[in-house]
């Protein structure tokens, strides 16, 4: 496929993602936003988003003309080919998808947007956002197409350019089939759909990679209070291909920017149908509950009582390698235990500036300063290269909760701490006291 003239509507994380790797396959891309400031800092190859590969990918992108940033889409849509809507929709009143950013757009562009110009949703939209993308419009000459992301923080680039699978979906198919061209370069099957179809694909696979994790958080319950380890049936559980090894990892809950809101809209639309889809309700009802657990843990750790206890956080982003802090279970965590009277020292590589009911350091050593607890609440890498004897040092108390599992037990313990893990048997648990 030749090259084609794209404008990307949207530069935050997918938006950026999206149209700095399309002028990477070859398309002549104009990124779109409102923030006037943004786009200066972006047209100057400055990127504020931390995503491995992305910067380079900008300024590579910039270098060769093929992207550039500008303020405002109504002029930008004069003369493209196709225009790729990467908004927000974040979780609206009663959990269903804000959609006012998408409807804002379509009609700021609808009466200039070329004949025959395709306007794709890229964001995250329920079924029937197409239809009503469409009727906004009212007009025929433009395809409406979905094609949805699935995009890893952390991980974005390489997910683009190394997709499992890409999904188009619209009612004309001609113009579905377009969209899917447009990634030729790329060797990926190329799933054609209808449009609900298309929009349900998204949802469907975030909310089950939520059931999932929210499964194997129960399951690491059971193993802490029948004596078995979670890393052990996990690894049984992985060489089966039916269930893979992705996503068995337990942890302080899942979070972010997608999951939390997928999964609350995918259950408002269920109702919208009467459909009750408890098994979605119970995996978010499993991820509050883990939450729970985790604070409950960490109060257990320091005697029982958080008010007054001084604890140390290590991590705040949602997942390691990003500096993203919505719906971040990790902070999560910490308001609830600030909530609940805890001192709170934290410490994240990627998260600076203040945060409300807890002291941000920009040394990790210093959240073990008189520390009660040192919880690990996000598995940044950095944090199993401590020296766990200097933090003991520091510490007041000997207790570290290791919510991801992330640190090498006998470490700890060598270090004259107590460890505990999620899902881990006790045995590893036990203090070891360091003989002089």
Excluded at 32 to 53: C, Y
Excluded at 349 to 355: D, E, F, L, S
Excluded at 378 to 384: A, I, L, M
Aim: proline residues 4%.
């Amino acid at each position: 496929m030749s090259a084609a003239r794209i404008v990307v509507v949207g530069t935050g994380y997918v938006g950026l993602t999206t149209g700095a790797c399309l002028a990477g396959l070859g398309h002549r891309v104009t990124c779109v936003d409102v923030d006037q400031a943004k786009v200066a800092r972006l047209s100057a190859g400055r990127v504020d988003i931390l995503e491995p590969g992305l910067s380079e990918l900008v300024s590579r992108g910039l270098t060769s003309g093929r992207l550039n940033f500008v303020v405002g889409a109504r002029d930008a849509v004069r003369d493209t080919e196709a225009v790729f809507l990467c908004v927000p929709t974040p979780m609206g009143a009663g959990g269903s998808a804000d959609l006012r950013a998408v409807e804002a757009v379509t009609t700021e562009i609808g009466d200039v947007i070329p004949a025959g110009c395709a306007l794709i949703t890229k964001s995250t939209v329920p079924v029937g956002t197409s239809t009503r993308i469409q009727a906004m419009l009212g007009r025929t000459d433009v395809p409406v197409v979905s094609n949805p992301e699935f995009l890893r923080e952390g991980t974005a680039v390489a997910d683009f350019l190394g997709p499992d699978r890409i999904v188009v979906g619209s009612d004309d198919v001609a113009a579905a089939r377009w969209v899917g061209d447009l990634y030729a370069d790329l060797a990926a099957p190329v799933v054609v759909a209808d449009a609900a179809s298309a929009e349900l694909v998204k949802y469907a696979a975030n909310c089950f990679l939520a059931m999932k994790l929210s499964y194997v958080n129960s399951i690491a319950e059971l193993c802490e209070r029948l004596g078995a380890d979670i890393d052990l049936v996990t690894e049984g559980m992985g060489y089966d291909r039916r269930i893979g090894r992705s996503f068995l990892k337990p942890g302080p809950g899942w979070g972010g920017s997608c999951l939390p809101k997928d999964t609350s809209a995918l259950v408002r639309v269920a109702e919208s149908v009467q459909y009750d889809f408890t098994m979605l309700t119970s995996a978010i009802e499993e991820n509050i509950a883990q939450r729970d657990r985790i604070v409950a843990k960490i109060a257990g750790a320091v005697g029982g009582t958080l008010a007054g206890s001084r604890i140390g956080v290590l991590g705040l982003a949602f997942k390691a390698g990003t500096n993203d802090l919505r719906d971040s279970p990790a902070l999560a965590v910490a308001s609830v235990l600030g909530a609940l009277g805890a001192e709170l020292t934290a410490y994240d590589p990627a998260i600076g500036g203040q945060i409300a009911g807890m002291t941000v350091v920009d040394d990790p050593y210093q959240v073990a300063k008189a520390a009660d607890a040192v919880v690990v609440l996000t598995e940044w890498d950095e944090f199993k290269r401590l020296d766990w004897t200097y933090m003991a040092e520091q510490m007041d108390g000997d207790s570290v909760v290791d919510t991801r599992n992330l640190l090498e037990p006998q470490r700890i313990l060598d270090a004259g701490l107590s460890w505990q893990g999620v899902g881990r048997p006790r045995a590893a648990q036990r203090r070891k006291v360091a003989v002089s």
